[in-house]
């Protein structure tokens, strides 16, 4: 359902976050038909068919098994065709096909090595390495820790590992920003048109659409053009929601926003069809900011204290198109206690839907992180030692 990629997401033609083809999850070696010991194909050669490298009846001449061992290898036995030699490193063992020319007018390389350490980079970046992009050997495939499969240049999987930047999944990207302008009653369409990466083009429920900076789509603070409605007017909802999930079988709650939840839960979620959508429970906000500040907040802190009750994404991808703020059932009294707290505050402050809509000032002191939260005093052991995923 997100047709866009975010501006600020990498060129999806050099870093693709799809599936990684089935056929490639073998790294750079293939199994020799006839030796038990995978042989580690330069990227030159590996259009080279797998049964091609089998061995080739020759003696190896002693000058090659010299110049082999002053470059860290032993020629294992000739193969292919006579002009390449199987060779075992002497740190790994790993067997590399080579050219003899290579061999002895380069250093040759040892792929078991090298696949090492493009592995020990993947797993220092948080991503596990799972195949050679068979059409530019500088790309890679890794499976990022939400799931989805990312392709990424060696160089950036090595720049990561050292922390020097991060590697986002584009797909979960993506859905985060179409589901903020969900719950906001707009859809996202695309890039801004003169190219302003703070930007986006959205369209509104009531068909107009209209640039907005993603800032002010992540607060509610916007206006229609078309419709007249305006962020300051525009009432909202917390929804607690209990979700049962025909595929998978989970039975998980969902706490969110929505200026109108029941059209979200029927169009927005992409909900398979049998899913069963009970709304608990309904809190009217006075506006979506309002709304959109306090959900955040809560969704911030429940994640913090109860990091067991939140249900991994890879539970429910496919299934439901969020990638967060989804929790286990064993969470249902917290959860009730938070909303609680947010009416309980609301009502203090005098800003319930119908009082004073206009009174929802931009900046409104209500991130306060200090102030204590009815819903978070009991820390995890109100949750009855149960927070846990069932299996
Ligand atoms: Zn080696
Ligand atoms: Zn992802
Ligand atoms: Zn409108």
């Known amino acids: 359902m997100t047709e866009f990629k975010p501006p600020n997401s990498p060129d999806p033609g050099s870093h693709g976050s799809l599936t990684a083809p089935a056929a490639l999850m073998h790294g750079s070696s293939v199994q020799p038909p006839d030796h038990p010991v995978p042989l580690h194909i330069p990227h030159r050669s590996r259009d080279v068919a797998a049964a091609d490298w089998r061995g080739f009846p020759a003696p190896i001449p002693d000058r090659w098994a010299q110049v082999a061992a002053s470059k860290g290898f032993r020629i294992d036995r000739r193969i292919r065709d006579r002009y390449h030699v199987a060779l075992t490193c002497h740190s790994c063992g790993g067997q590399t096909a080579s050219k003899v020319y290579t061999l002895m007018t380069a250093e040759p390389r040892c792929g078991a090595c090298a696949e090492r350490r493009i592995r020990d980079l993947a797993k220092a970046a948080g991503v596990a390495f799972l195949a050679r992009d068979p059409e530019d050997h500088v790309y890679g495939w890794f499976r990022a820790p939400c799931g989805h499969d990312l392709r990424r240049q060696f160089e950036l999987i090595e720049r990561a590992a050292a922390g020097a930047c991060g590697l986002r999944c584009e797909t979960c990207h993506a859905a985060r920003e179409a589901e903020e302008a969900e719950a ?117 802190r429940l994640a913090k204290r109860y990091p067991d009750a939140v249900i991994p ?79």
């Open 313 to 391: 994404v890879d539970a429910y991808v496919g299934e439901i198109n969020v990638v967060s703020e989804i929790y286990c059932p064993t969470l249902l009294p917290v959860l009730h206690k938070v909303l609680d707290g947010i009416e309980a505050r609301m009502n203090r402050s005098g800003r319930k839907p119908s009082a004073d809509p206009g009174s929802d000032a931009p900046d409104g002191g209500e991130d306060d992180e200090d102030d204590p939260d009815e819903g978070f005093g009991g820390g995890p052991a109100s949750l009855s030692g149960n927070g846990t995923l069932p299996p």
């Open 184 to 300: 906001q009653g707009w859809r996202l369409i695309g890039p801004d048109p003169s190219g302003d990466r703070n930007y986006r083009i959205y369209r509104h429920g009531c068909g107009q659409e209209q640039r907005i900076a993603r800032a002010n789509m992540q607060t509610g603070r916007l206006d229609c053009g078309g419709c007249g409605e305006s962020w300051a007017s525009k009432p909202s909802c917390i929804y607690l929601a209990q979700i049962d999930l025909p595929d998978s079988g989970l039975r998980v709650l969902k706490l969110g926003y929505s200026s109108n939840p029941e059209h979200r839960f029927r169009y927005q979620l992409g909900l398979p069809r049998a899913t069963k959508v009970e709304l608990l429970r309904l809190l009217p906000m006075p506006t979506g900011h309002a709304a959109c500040a306090e959900e955040r907040r809560a969704n911030a």
